[in-house]
């Protein structure tokens, strides 16, 4: 049975752990691969937005030749015609034209404005025709092979303004890229020429480069603080790890409250199969000596008179003893089945002491008992029902006489005390160790040693007591010494105040 507890215990502890970390390494991965997607969408964006600046750019530069080349189809060719054509085309801030030999056609008598230029332009390009992007300085020139004027290839070498690029191209095509994320562009110096909103406190994810088009610069991505869907992830994992705690945390107590009830549920299992013994114990007692005295009688042996009515006393006094024992257990199975009613109606107190000292007359005289009965005058009635506190006293006179030892003194009192009677029992017996003082008002509760004492008995006892005492609205309480002796004390009130719900019944089962 234990070992089966066990298990079932270590089970939940297994699982749980194991819960535990499945719980731990899914969260991990979740935010890792939660913080990959994200960097993988922030460089899809951030690539997108490159090559749409990259292809704005290269769209008006495509525009811009195809301009030049009609000027150049002229065969008169003008310079003032290609000063306009500069100044409709703001993308370059630098135009210089020259022929294969290095003369420079225009600006007209200027010197060479991209000296070295001619030198990186390969035979096939002046062959065939073509761009292409050279940087020359920190600038980005295009230079474009088209028929000249005059029908021969001439360079048109174009410096691209960086000013004309933000406003002109970076504006016009990032401004629509709405979203949490920031998109700016950063120059070869890593200088903000550009950002779709100002970046602030916001966190660098990446950056990509352009293509040949803007060679030194790159896009970059910035995540606004707070906003980043990782940061979003992790809340959830915080909260996800927050609800796994709590979890934890219930089904910690869930199985210490589970644990406490098996055991207490054992411990009563237990309790009850004594229960079961000791009252069976209890009953054959009286019994067999009713029984024995019964046929020493019926078959005429026993001569004389006295003692005779001595037999006759003995069979009474047990089957006195037998009843008070089988109405303690009815009674206790009535409590328990929530059946038990009280009829209270004002009583006094003094023949109903003397009716139960009367009734132990005899077992007290047989054991050599000194009894002092106390009662004080004029003590007022008590709305009670006589016979339950007649069973509750009996009871603890039984107790007394049990666990009294060698010291046989009994002291029985009733007295006046404030709004209450206090009616006394007080033995100089083997006494209740403190710790066992509260306890053993439970059913079934007997401490340990009432067995090795000689004494059998159901358990359930004091706990008649107390549930009589509670339902007359008062209490019972102990005050005892191991090796001392005991004294218990029922309180009843004079004065019917509420009733536990026991006390209010009428006449039902008694
Ligand atoms: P039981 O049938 O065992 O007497 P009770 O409910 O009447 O059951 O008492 C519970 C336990 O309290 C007893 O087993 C005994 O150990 C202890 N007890 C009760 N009364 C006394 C007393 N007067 N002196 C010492 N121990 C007592």
Redesign the pocket.
């Known amino acids: 049975m234990n070992r089966a507890r066990l298990l079932i215990f270590g089970a939940v502890i297994a699982a749980t752990a194991i819960l535990a970390v499945l719980g731990y390494v899914s969260l991990r991965q979740w935010q890792a691969s939660a913080e990959l997607l994200f960097r993988e969408q922030a460089r899809d964006m951030a690539t997108m937005a490159a090559e749409k600046v990259e292809m704005a750019i290269l769209k008006t530069e495509e525009e811009c030749l195809s301009s030049l080349q009609v000027i150049l189809m002229d065969p008169v060719f003008r310079a003032e015609s290609l000063d306009a054509w500069s100044r409709k085309n703001p993308l370059f801030d630098r135009v210089s034209l020259m022929d294969r030999q290095g003369r420079v056609l225009y600006p007209p008598g200027a010197p060479d404005a991209y000296p070295g230029l001619l030198l990186e332009i390969p035979q096939g390009l002046w062959e065939r025709g073509g761009r292409r992007h050279l940087l020359v300085g920190d600038q980005v020139v295009l230079a474009a092979v088209i028929p000249g004027p005059s029908g021969a290839p001439v360079l048109a070498a174009m410096g691209r303004s960086e000013e004309a690029v933000k406003r002109e191209v970076l504006a016009k095509t990032l401004g629509g890229l709405e979203g949490q994320s920031v998109l700016a562009v950063l120059d070869r110096a890593d200088n903000q020429v550009y950002a779709s909103r100002p970046v602030d406190r916001a966190r660098l994810v990446l950056t990509v480069a352009f293509g040949e088009a803007l060679p030194t610069w790159r896009v970059a991505l910035y995540q606004p603080a707070g906003v980043s869907p990782v940061s979003g992830v992790r809340r959830q994992a915080m909260l996800f790890t927050a609800a796994f705690a709590l979890l934890l945390v219930v089904i910690a107590l869930g199985l210490g409250a589970t644990y406490r009830v098996v055991r207490r549920e054992s411990e009563m299992a237990r309790l009850k199969s004594d229960f079961v013994a ?1 009252v069976s114990h209890d009953l054959k007692t009286p019994l067999s000596l009713i029984r024995m005295f019964g046929e020493t009688l019926e078959l005429g042996r026993v001569p004389d008179e006295a003692t005779r009515r001595e037999y006759y006393a003995v069979i009474t006094r047990e089957s006195e003893r037998l009843t008070r024992l089988i109405d303690n257990v009815l009674d206790f199975s009535r409590i328990e089945g929530g059946r038990q009613r009280y009829d209270i109606a004002p009583h006094p107190v003094e023949p109903l002491v003397h009716d139960v000292m009367e009734a132990f007359r005899y077992p007290l005289a047989q054991r050599g008992f000194k009894v002092d009965v106390v009662v004080a005058p004029d003590l007022p009635d008590v709305p009670m029902d006589p016979a339950a506190v007649k069973q509750a006293l009996g ?2 006179v ?3 006489i ?3 030892g060698e010291r046989r003194r009994l002291a029985v009192a009733a007295r006046a005390e404030g709004d209450r009677v206090a009616i006394e029992v007080a ?1 100089e ?4 160790p403190a710790a ?1 003082a509260e306890r ?2 439970e059913k079934f ?3 340990g ?2 067995e090795t004492q000689g ?9 008649l ?1 107390k549930h009589i005492a509670e339902a007359h609205g008062g209490r019972v309480t102990v005050e ?1 010494r191991p090796g001392e ?2 004294r ?1 004390t029922l309180y009843l009130p004079v004065v019917q105040g509420p009733l536990s719900p026991q006390g209010r019944g009428q006449g039902e089962g008694r």
């Open positions: 000791n009871n603890l039984d107790n007394a049990k666990y009294s033995d017996g083997i006494g209740i066992e053993i008002f509760y007997r401490i040693r009432s004494s059998r008995g159901s358990g359930v006892g004091l706990a007591v005892s002796g005991s218990f």
